[in-house]
């Protein structure tokens, strides 16, 4: 009995220690800090504000230092093509004669294109139109279109009556300053330059002047100077066998007046437009020979 007794205490003790154990442990679930705390009631804690030790989701788009995949489409240098000119109806062709032809082959004439005037739209002036055409990139078709006759009138001035009917000028009385030693006689009434040598005249040449403004100036005068190659300092222009006789006033070659026409004009330089020919004369004219310019 004695032993009985004594099993019965040892288990009633081990029961109150388990029951005490159990009631800490709910109190420190209650306060979640594992100690009782006093006066606190059990209540639910507030839903999404649980602080979290989690890291934060890394980015789904890691940067990286690879390149980005090239354009799919490709630069390229080459040039766009230029459009074609395409030729407009015909104006004038062959076949075609009157006065208009008469006008068009004049002005042919005026830039080198033809030699004479025939009133008849014949196969010279097609081989010159096409000529005409070719130099200028346009169709070459050697009939007249819009273009063509456009570009040949901004190159050449109205032709005259003489022009159109293959007269030639005729170059007025020599001024009477032009009769004596040599001379370079440059008439303004008919555009032309004459050699003259004791009263003889040796060559004639078309010529044209100065324009409003910058006049070629008339007088006697006498050649100072020379410049076979001469580049004019002011225009940075050719001046070709330039025979100064007025301060910067010179007769020279003019590549402008030979292209053309008169439908232009100089800077007050008289304008020669036949190249052998005043090469020849700038060979010929010394320094100190005269020069007449005037109006007959």
Same mark, same amino acid.
């Given at each position: 009995m004695k032993i009985l007794r004594t099993t019965l205490l040892v288990l009633l003790t081990l029961g109150l220690v388990?029951?005490?154990?159990?009631g800490v442990v709910r109190v420190a679930e209650r306060t979640g800090d594992g100690e009782p705390t006093a006066g606190v009631a059990d209540s639910p804690s507030p839903v999404g504000h649980e602080p979290t030790n989690d890291a934060p989701a890394s980015p789904t788009d890691e940067p990286t230092d690879e390149p980005s995949a090239a354009p799919t489409e490709e630069p390229t240098e080459e040039p766009t093509a230029e459009p074609t000119l395409e030729p407009g109806p015909?104006?004038?062709?062959?076949?075609?004669?009157?006065? #208009?032809? /008469?006008? +068009?082959q004049a002005r042919l004439v005026q830039i080198d294109w033809l030699t004479e005037v025939s009133g008849t739209y014949d196969d010279t002036t097609v081989a010159?139109?096409?000529? @005409?055409?070719?130099? /200028?990139? @346009?169709?070459?078709?050697?009939?007249?279109?819009d273009r063509t006759l456009?570009? +040949?009138?901004e190159m050449t001035g109205p032709p005259t009556y003489e022009e159109m009917h293959n007269i030639a000028p005729v170059?007025?009385?020599?001024?009477?300053r032009c009769r004596e030693g040599r001379v370079l006689c440059i008439d303004k009434t008919t555009r032309t330059l004459r050699w003259v040598v004791d009263g003889d005249v040796g060559a004639? @040449?078309?010529v044209r002047f100065g324009r409003e403004g910058m006049e070629t100036r008339e007088g006697a005068f006498s050649v100072e100077r020379k410049s076979r190659d001469h580049v004019s300092s002011i225009y940075d222009t050719p001046m070709p066998f330039a025979m100064f006789f007025s301060g910067g006033q010179a007769v020279h070659y003019s590549p402008d007046f030979a292209a053309n026409g008169y439908n232009g004009a100089s800077h007050g330089c008289v304008n020669v437009r036949d190249r052998d020919g005043i090469e020849? +004369? @700038?060979?010929?004219? #010394?320094?100190?020979d005269s020069v007449v310019v005037y109006w007959s």
């Open positions: 388990a029951s005490a154990t159990y015909a104006i004038y062709s062959a076949g075609d004669s009157g006065d #208009e032809v /008469r006008d +068009l010159a139109v096409e000529g @005409f055409q070719g130099k /200028r990139a @346009f169709p070459v078709t050697g009939e007249v279109d456009t570009r +040949l009138h170059a007025g009385d020599l001024d009477p004639t @040449f078309d020849a +004369l @700038f060979d010929q004219v #010394e320094v100190g």
